[in-house]
């Protein structure tokens, strides 16, 4: 199995804890405002094999608290499940990024520890969410049943949503409120523009919108951002 990139520190990816963040390739979705679409689409050439990758993390044993695993969708593969193991079998801590789309390995990293804190995506209201997952039509069932099995609360979770004027209005907000009532954590994320973003003209938020739609999401959450 390859390895499609690796930040070898970070303060921002896992919360409370120096990490690395490592990128698996891949994703089912194809989010027109993707940070990381060479990655996602598979076009991308790896950096690096899971051997290295583990000799790279027995280095760092006491340096680094933890592992970021993001992609791509880290869960689009089962392989990458035997990656986490390996990772929690040499100790570490592992932060696991998904966009809900495979909750019968979600519900396996939970079942057997091999996730500490999962974010899972929120794109958009039910029905924006195949046009802001960049996809012609999609079948919401597993992604609701990710949201069902995080709020379980048995692993430490977020949701996340990165808002983008283009595809977010109150009424997406509204829908989401209903959808994550009770969550623990969510944040809001403000898109930002990159040379990777594969769709020109999309653009953040006001800043007034956000922390309006933060206000609108308050009471559906115990505990609310905005990055
Ligand atoms: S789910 Fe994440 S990795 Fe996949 S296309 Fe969307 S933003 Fe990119």
Redesign the pocket.
Known sequence: MMIYGLQKLTLLDFPGRVACTVFLGG?????P?????E???GKAPPVMSEAELLSFLEKRKGLLEGVAV????PLLREEHLELLRRIREMGYPVKL?T?G?HPERLARVLSEGLAQYVAM?I?NSPARYAET??LKQMDLAPVRESVRLLMRGETEYEFRT?VVKELHDDESIRAIGEWIDGAARYYLQKFTDRETVPYEGFHAPAEEQMNRWAEMLRPHVKEIGIR
Do not use: L, Q, V, W
């Not at 994703?27 to 989010?31: I, L, N």
């Open positions: 994703c089912d979705m194809r989010c405002f993707c940070h990381n679409s990655i996602a689409e993001t992609g791509g969708e990024d966009n789309t995506d794109k997952a960049g990165t």
